[in-house]
């Protein structure tokens, strides 16, 4: 089993920065992709940013240039760190990963809880 702990969400103005933390636990996890997703009010949940174990990076095109995702690996944490903040960010993130599970013998995806991020003007 898999826990995902979520930290770093807030309130902040626009063009503000806020960095959301994802730390993975679960005894002898693999982690594949680490992933951030985000659910505005009213809408569906949509893909912000992925990284894979490659390195390969993908972004939404609405937050390219301003976001970055990174992991640390030795402490199974996957970051967000969001820079120039819109409105249109303000919404619930959620984490995202794909862990192998050795009783199944196959990757499962996991969520965590979610974290508020409100951008205001």
């Known amino acids: 089993q898999v826990q995902l702990v979520e930290s770093g969400g807030g309130l902040v103005q626009t063009g503000g920065s806020l960095r959301l933390s994802c730390a993975a636990s679960?005894?002898?996890?693999?982690?594949?992709?680490m992933a951030w997703y985000r659910q505005p009010p009213g809408n569906q949940r949509e893909l912000v940013a992925s990284l894979s174990n490659s390195g390969a990076t993908n972004y939404a095109d609405s937050v390219k240039g301003r976001f970055t995702i990174a992991r640390d690996n030795a402490k199974n944490t996957v970051y967000l760190q969001m820079n120039s903040l819109e409105l249109k960010d303000t919404a619930v993130y959620y984490c995202?990963?794909?862990?192998?599970?050795?009783?199944?013998?196959?990757?499962?995806?996991?969520w965590g809880q979610g974290t508020q991020v409100t951008v205001s003007s």
């Open positions: 995202h990963v794909e862990a192998f599970d050795v009783a199944a013998k196959t990757w499962l995806p996991y």
């Open positions: 679960g005894s002898r996890s693999l982690f594949r992709s």
